[in-house]
């Protein structure tokens, strides 16, 4: 069974940058990951993607701010956050897909909290 778990959420003001990490526990291939987030009464959304060759996309929201980055050696996806603002606030959950296979996995979410 394969676990993520993100690290990284937290309070932050209007402008300030943020890290989050996502690591998957044992020795599999996986495919794309990437971070989706869900802000309160709103549906989740995906935030940004990279394939196992480290090809990003990002939804045009977060575009020149956000960084998706990964070690495939670690199992690992991070998520870099620029020029934060009250909108990003939401849970950020980060996905795995298994190497070759329709499975996804998904962590337990961390809080992203954007205010002054």
């Known amino acids: 069974q394969v676990q993520l778990v993100e690290s990284g959420g937290g309070l932050v003001r209007p402008g300030g940058s943020l890290g989050l990490s996502c690591a998957a526990s044992?020795?599999?291939?996986?495919?794309?990951m990437g971070w989706y987030r869900q802000a309160p009464g709103k549906q989740r959304e995906l935030v940004a993607t990279i394939s196992s060759g480290s090809r990003p996309n990002y939804a045009d929201s977060v575009k020149g701010r956000f960084t998706i980055s990964r070690d495939s050696a670690k199992n690992t996806v991070y998520l870099q956050m620029n020029s934060l603002s009250p909108e990003d606030t939401a849970v950020y959950y980060c996905?795995?897909?298994?190497?070759?296979?329709?499975?996804?996995?998904w962590g337990r979410g961390t809080q992203v909290t954007v205010s002054a």
């Open positions: 996905y795995a897909q298994r190497g070759g296979l329709p499975i996804l996995y």
């Open positions: 044992g020795s599999i291939f996986l495919d794309a």
